[in-house]
T-cell receptor, first 117, second 115 residues
Framework: GAVVSQHPSRVICKSGTSVKIECRSL??????MFWYRQFPKQSLMLMAT?????????EQGVEKDKFLINHASLTLSTLTVTSAHPEDSSFYIC?????????????FGPGTRLTVT | AQSVTQLDSQVPVFEEAPVELRCNYS??????LFWYVQYPNQGLQLLLK??????LVKGINGFEAEFNKSQTSFHLRKPSVHISDTAEYFC?????????????FGKGTKLSVIP
């Protein structure tokens, strides 16, 4: 089956530093990936849609200069949280859509727990 | 735009008892419906999906869901739960047309199975 990995699984950083999170599709190509943010005991909120070879599409209210997304290859999208602050602490999950004909699913990564101190 | 309402934020149930997790959606267009499960500190795993056809959908781990168009519902059921079913469950919807792949999630239901 389709597998999506994320790295790192957990990261702790100091306020003001930047953190990069990687999302990889391991056994399939993904032209479209999605980045979600999940606060404790809450649902997933879509942050942006990452498109290979083009700019990401951000949801309303998401700062594109703070959450930099790069989708430079068909198997890798990265999310960089720039100048992180404690309020950026959250669980970040990526997904990739099934691009086979008729495919409708999204395959989710295991998530990255970011803690900003 | 679509929206998803999961009516229960928490559902405690005794082991081997049946359970139903409720999900209602609102959309003016045809949609696909999904149920995902999330274990602590993990990503989401697809339990089942409804695309078209039979309104009763069977998924993994003994779960099933029934699509009811008139009531705009997609409730998840299991006849006998196990301790290992303790997790967060999310109902999600996406537009059935081509070109849009975004999922809209409900707020989740935490299922707690009591020994």
């Amino acid at each position: 089956g389709a597998v999506v990995s994320q790295h790192p699984s957990r990261v702790i950083c100091k306020s003001g530093t930047s953190v990069k999170i990687e999302c990889r599709s391991l056994d399939f190509q993904a032209t479209t990936m999605f980045w979600y943010r999940q606060f404790p005991k809450q649902s997933l909120m879509l942050m942006a849609t990452s498109n290979e070879g083009s700019k990401a599409t951000y949801e309303q209210g998401v700062e594109k200069d703070k959450f930099l997304i790069n989708h430079a290859s068909l198997t890798l999208s990265t999310l960089t949280v720039t100048s992180a602050h404690p309020e950026d602490s959250s669980f970040y999950i990526c997904s990739a859509r099934d691009e086979l004909p008729g495919g409708v699913e999204q395959y989710f990564g295991p998530g990255t727990r970011l803690t900003v101190t | 735009a679509q929206s998803v309402t999961q009516l229960d934020s928490q559902v405690p149930v005794f082991e081997e008892a049946p359970v139903e997790l409720r999900c209602n959606y609102s959309s003016s267009v045809s949609v696909y419906l999904f149920w995902y499960v999330q274990y602590p500190n993990q990503g989401l795993q697809l339990l089942l999906k409804y695309l078209s056809g039979s309104t009763l959908v069977k998924g993994i781990n003994g779960f099933e869901a029934e699509f009811n168009k008139s009531q705009t519902s997609f409730h998840l059921r299991k006849p006998s739960v196990h301790i290992s079913d303790t997790a967060e469950y999310f109902c999600a919807v996406r537009w059935a047309g081509a070109g849009s792949y975004q999922l809209t999630f409900g707020k989740g239901t935490k299922l707690s199975v009591i020994p």
